[in-house]
């Protein structure tokens, strides 16, 4: 059964940094594209960053040059560092794998992904 476990959330200051964690276990990892997403409450779940699985990084605008996303294929994770934190990133971050063999287009559409986790909360304190 495949299964993606996060860490490293937490609370932080504003300006501060966080890295979160994503291990999967359950089949190969390498050869599929990984995601970040956050959602509040209320709020539908967004794209934050993904990667495909050469290694070919995306982000959306409110994060890009703050966040940095990368893949360990040895370790079978994925990370996600988040520097210069604001107040409007607190969420519940959560990360994905994509549905399809090699993906390197759609993955800012959440309904791509084949497996999520169970979500580790940031919070940013002003």
């Known amino acids: 059964q495949a299964q993606l476990v996060e860490s490293g959330g937490g609370l932080v200051q504003a300006g501060g940094s966080l890295r979160l964690s994503c291990a999967f276990s359950?089949?190969?990892?390498?050869?599929?594209?990984m995601g970040w997403f956050r959602q509040t409450p209320g709020k539908e779940r967004e794209f934050v960053a993904s990667i495909t699985w050469s290694s070919t990084t995306d982000y959306a605008d409110h994060v890009k040059g703050r966040f940095t996303i990368s893949r360990d294929n040895a370790k079978n994770t994925v990370y996600l560092q988040m520097n210069t934190l604001k107040p409007e990133d607190t969420a519940v971050y959560y990360c994905?794998?994509?549905?399809?063999?090699?993906?390197?287009?759609?993955?800012?559409?959440?309904?791509?992904?084949?497996?999520w986790g169970q979500g580790t909360q940031v919070t940013v304190s002003s």
């Open positions: 359950g089949q190969s990892f390498s050869d599929y594209a």
């Open positions: 994905a794998l994509d549905a399809n063999w090699r993906a390197t287009f759609y993955l800012r559409n959440p309904t791509g992904y084949a497996y």
